[in-house]
T-cell receptor
Framework: DTEVTQTPKHLVMGMTNKKSLKCEQHMGHRAMYWYKQKAKKPPELMFVYSYEKLSINESVPSRFSPECPNSSLLNLHLHALQPEDSALYLC?????????????FGDGTRLSIL | AQSVTQLGSHVSVSEGALVLLRCNYS??????LFWYVQYPNQGLQLLLKYTTGATLVKGINGFEAEFKKSETSFHLTKPSAHMSDAAEYFCAVSDRDTNAGKSTFGDGTTLTVKP
């Protein structure tokens, strides 16, 4: 069991759909992250939220829209995705936003774009 | 700037044999170093980390790693492999000059354990 919970575990959507991925942690962590991971590849950082404010956007296309409603929740809103966006989307959190803090990962949402 | 190189994308060992997964890093300042493990259909789990202090770091599941500044290495070892160790392993580095919370991951090493 992980302490970072992601829903749904699997998502299949068409290119015109709008959906959201959700992430929740109750460890009191103040930094939260979204990663995209392709098969047999390392995670690629997409966004970092620090103290509920967006601190890093790794030039992610606007069809991905992050939201941090509070310190425990992180959403990723999806709209007009492309087939190449099919991947495992991982959420992570860390105690703070300093570089010596390890990240705690959820089990991910496996996204398939038709 | 920082980077990580994991030597060997695939490592295969027999059950009970020594596990050695190699990681070399590049960083302009003293680094923070991490090893994560990823089992199929799961997220990444921290095995161990080096920040400061003792250079031999012990982690979970019997793994350990040694920070060697002169060799810019942080290799992961385990004396005796178990079947349950089969997984993907990622080395990661971050340094004091990067944007907060931003780690660079290596390409990963797939560990296979043969019975």
């Amino acid at each position: 069991d992980t302490e970072v919970t992601q829903t749904p575990k699997h998502l299949v959507m068409g290119m015109t759909n709008k959906k959201s991925l959700k992430c929740e942690q109750h460890m009191g962590h103040r930094a939260m992250y979204w990663y995209k991971q392709k098969a047999k590849k390392p995670p690629e950082l997409m966004f970092v939220y620090s103290y509920e404010k967006l601190s890093i956007n790794e030039s992610v296309p606007s069809r991905f829209s992050p939201e941090c409603p509070n310190s425990s929740l992180l959403n990723l809103h999806l709209h007009a995705l492309q087939p190449e966006d099919s991947a495992l989307y991982l959420c992570a959190s860390s105690q703070g936003d300093t570089d010596n803090q390890p990240q705690h990962f959820g089990d991910g949402t496996r996204l398939s774009i038709l | 700037a920082q980077s990580v190189t994991q030597l060997g994308s695939h490592v295969s060992v027999s059950e009970g044999a020594l596990v050695l997964l190699r990681c070399n890093y590049s960083s302009s300042v003293p680094p923070y170093l991490f090893w994560y493990v990823q089992y199929p259909n799961q997220g990444l789990q921290l095995l161990l980390k080096y920040t400061t202090g003792a250079t031999l770091v012990k982690g979970i599941n019997g793994f350990e790693a040694e920070f060697k500044k002169s060799e810019t290495s942080f290799h992961l070892t385990k004396p005796s492999a178990h079947m349950s160790d089969a997984a993907e392993y990622f080395c990661a580095v971050s340094d004091r000059d990067t944007n907060a919370g931003k780690s660079t991951f290596g390409d990963g090493t797939t560990l296979t354990v043969k019975p």
